[in-house]
């Protein structure tokens, strides 16, 4: 399985930046399978239509499963998006692309493209920290699913 973290519009700098490639440098031996390179990427666009153009250059085996990160999407909890994340992974699903949409949000035919609207808070944040959050959350399903302790979730 591989992963993007695709955003339009610009690139943050500093600290946003650099959190997020964190994340991103933790996350990426728990995605890599046997032969796979570059097993999560980071992408930026200037346009949705650029979006889709790559995303349709990607098509192999299976579609990319595209999920796009909208304040009107589903909000799961950590444990939720795991398994979400653990089911696409046992389907064979070979790309996984989470993407930020532009400052005015996702149009609704891109909304109509996706496999799933995602919210990450109820709450409205800069894009800059939406990327870390989505980077982060990213690590935190992939740890619950090998079984390591960073996530210490509720107890049972």
Not at 125 to 133: G, I, K, Q
Request: charged content about 25%.
């Amino acid at each position: 399985m591989k992963i993007w973290i695709a955003a339009l519009g610009s690139r943050a700098s500093g600290t946003y930046e650099s959190l997020a490639g964190t994340y991103l440098q933790r996350c990426a031996p728990l995605v890599a399978g046997p032969g796979v390179k570059e097993a999560i990427t980071d992408r930026l666009f200037r346009s949705e239509a650029a979006f889709w153009d790559a995303v349709e250059r990607e098509r192999s085996r299976t579609a990319p499963v595209i999920v796009l990160l909208d304040e009107s999407g589903r909000q799961m909890d950590s444990e939720a998006f795991a398994g979400w994340l653990g089911r696409q992974r046992d389907e064979g699903k070979q790309l996984l692309i989470f993407a930020l949409g532009p400052a005015d949000g996702w149009s609704e035919a891109s909304k109509q493209r996706a496999a799933l609207l995602l919210s990450l808070s109820a709450m409205t944040m800069a894009h800059e920290l939406a990327r870390v959050v989505i980077c982060e959350q990213l690590y935190r399903a992939l740890t619950i699913l090998a079984g390591h302790p960073y996530h210490r979730g509720k107890q049972k």
